[in-house]
């Protein structure tokens, strides 16, 4: 996977002497291009990519009144993950209000089935997958030295109330790794999500998945996953603030999300 360093100069190695500054989002990604060629995995091209975001952009108009660069910066995540944005729900580029800088920005949401696809993509992963459980279930969960998970879904129409999610795991070599979280759980953590009450938000129209992808990251941790890959998927629900416009004369990059760069300044 490209790094930033390698994307600038890429940029610049590539991009005509006399080009002109880019005026429309269509331009901007056209400029862009290149650098997320680089950045790309081997199994997704940048024309499928450039014509999905397009797609996402035309259809959700808050998209085009959004800041500039913290839409670029959510396109180029979803470049460096390998993520279709759109209807598949791998990403999501999802606008919100900031009412401190009195701006729209994107905020880029990895989905449950983006998620499960990255998981599988550390070859070390057998299977993993997340269900979502109902009052009317038949669920045992228990932890201690022998931990237990069980679970018979009804077959009534009344499923009941939602209760939570579990995801489960099985490694190449043999183990596995599970993990259950209560409804209380999901809430809070789609409680700091900025853009989570937003009529954008997959969690207004996709509450299960978005529940399911939560328990699969929260796993996240125990997987055997490569740092590099850790590090991208922190970016999640986050907002990627700086990507200058594109031109031969200025750098093109991805800052990290104000969450992520706070957090690292309070370890610091």
């Given at each position: 996977?490209?790094?930033?360093?390698?994307?600038k100069?890429?940029?610049?190695?590539?991009?005509?002497?006399?080009?002109?500054?880019?005026?429309?989002?269509?331009?901007?990604?056209?400029?862009?291009?290149?650098?997320?060629?680089?950045?790309?995995?081997?199994?997704?091209?940048?024309?499928?990519?450039?014509?999905?975001?397009?797609?996402?952009?035309?259809?959700?108009?808050?998209?085009?009144?959004?800041?500039?660069s913290?839409l670029?910066g959510?396109?180029?995540?979803?470049?460096?993950?390998?993520?279709?944005?759109?209807?598949?729900?791998?990403?999501y580029?999802?606008?919100?209000?900031?009412?401190?800088?009195?701006?729209?920005?994107?905020?880029?949401?990895?989905?449950?089935?983006?998620?499960?696809?990255?998981a599988?993509r550390s070859?070390?992963?057998?299977?993993?997958?997340?269900h979502?459980?109902?009052?009317?279930?038949?669920f045992?969960?228990e932890?201690?030295?022998?931990?237990?998970?069980?679970?018979?879904?009804?077959?009534?129409?009344?499923?009941?109330?939602?209760?939570?999610?579990?995801?489960?795991?099985h490694?190449?070599?043999?183990?596995?790794?599970?993990?259950?979280?209560?409804?209380?759980?999901?809430?809070?953590?789609?409680?700091?999500?900025?853009?989570?009450?937003?009529n954008?938000?997959?969690?207004?129209?996709?509450?299960?998945?978005?529940?399911?992808k939560?328990?699969?990251?929260?796993?996240?941790?125990?997987l055997?996953?490569?740092?590099?890959?850790?590090?991208?998927?922190?970016?999640?629900?986050?907002?990627?603030?700086?990507?200058?416009?594109?031109t031969?004369?200025?750098?093109?990059?991805?800052?990290?999300?104000d969450?992520?760069?706070?957090?690292?300044?309070?370890?610091?």
């Amino acid at each position: 996977m490209a790094t930033t360093n390698e994307l600038k100069e890429q940029m610049k190695q590539q991009a005509p002497t006399q080009a002109k500054k880019p005026k429309t989002i269509e331009d901007y990604m056209k400029q862009m291009a290149p650098a997320m060629a680089e950045a790309l995995p081997k199994h997704m091209s940048v024309d499928r990519l450039t014509r999905l975001a397009m797609t996402t952009i035309r259809t959700t108009p808050a998209l085009r009144e959004a800041d500039v660069s913290s839409l670029l910066g959510a396109v180029m995540q979803a470049a460096q993950l390998g993520l279709e944005p759109g209807l598949l729900g791998q990403c999501y580029l999802l606008p919100f209000k900031n009412g401190k800088k009195g701006i729209t920005e994107v905020q880029f949401i990895i989905g449950y089935k983006g998620m499960i696809d990255l998981a599988r993509r550390s070859g070390h992963i057998q299977s993993i997958y997340s269900h979502a459980v109902y009052e009317n279930d038949d669920f045992e969960y228990e932890l201690g030295l022998e931990p237990k998970l069980k679970h018979t879904p009804t077959m009534s129409t009344d499923k009941g109330a939602f209760v939570g999610a579990y995801a489960v795991a099985h490694f190449k070599d043999g183990g596995h790794q599970f993990e259950f979280m209560s409804k209380a759980d999901i809430e809070k953590r789609k409680g700091r999500s900025k853009a989570a009450n937003s009529n954008y938000s997959p969690w207004s129209t996709d509450y299960e998945e978005m529940a399911k992808k939560t328990v699969v990251r929260h796993m996240w941790k125990y997987l055997p996953i490569s740092v590099e890959m850790q590090e991208q998927v922190a970016y999640d629900e986050g907002v990627g603030r700086s990507i200058k416009d594109v031109t031969p004369e200025e750098d093109v990059f991805v800052q990290a999300p104000d969450e992520i760069l706070e957090a690292e300044a309070t370890e610091a």
